[in-house]
């Protein structure tokens, strides 16, 4: 993720890995599936990374949004009903 940290685009960070890859090739390193990324893998952590620096306010509601998709297992809703008349006759 240090490429995205140095705020490089997509192609410029693809392309690094594609060097990256090939120079691992020429020196008969090791290169297995887990060695590739692809473009939505970078978008992906440039999404979380975007989240991660985000300041949240409680008055912001961009900040109040991303805590509520972080956090959906804490939220509840409150529905509040008309007043119940307990005073029923007898």
């Known amino acids: 993720m240090g490429l995205?940290?140095?705020c490089l685009s997509l192609i410029q960070v693809m392309?690094?890995?594609?060097?990256?890859?090939?120079?691992k090739?020429?020196?008969n390193e090791l290169v297995i599936r887990d060695t590739f990324v692809l473009p939505s893998d970078v978008r992906n952590l440039a999404k979380k990374r975007a989240n991660e620096l985000w300041h949240k306010?409680?008055?912001d509601p961009i900040s109040v949004r991303m805590w509520v998709l972080?956090?959906?297992?804490s939220i509840f809703y409150c529905v509040q009903h008309?007043?119940?008349d307990l005073n029923l006759p007898n």
């Not at 972080?70 to 297992?73: P, Q, V």
Request: proline fraction near 8%.
């Open 70 to 73: 972080e956090n959906h297992d």
């Open 25 to 27: 090739a020429l020196n």
């Open 4 to 6: 995205i940290r140095q």
């Open 57 to 59: 306010q409680p008055k």
């Open 15 to 23: 392309a690094h890995h594609k060097a990256y890859v090939k120079e």
């Open 82 to 84: 008309a007043p119940l």
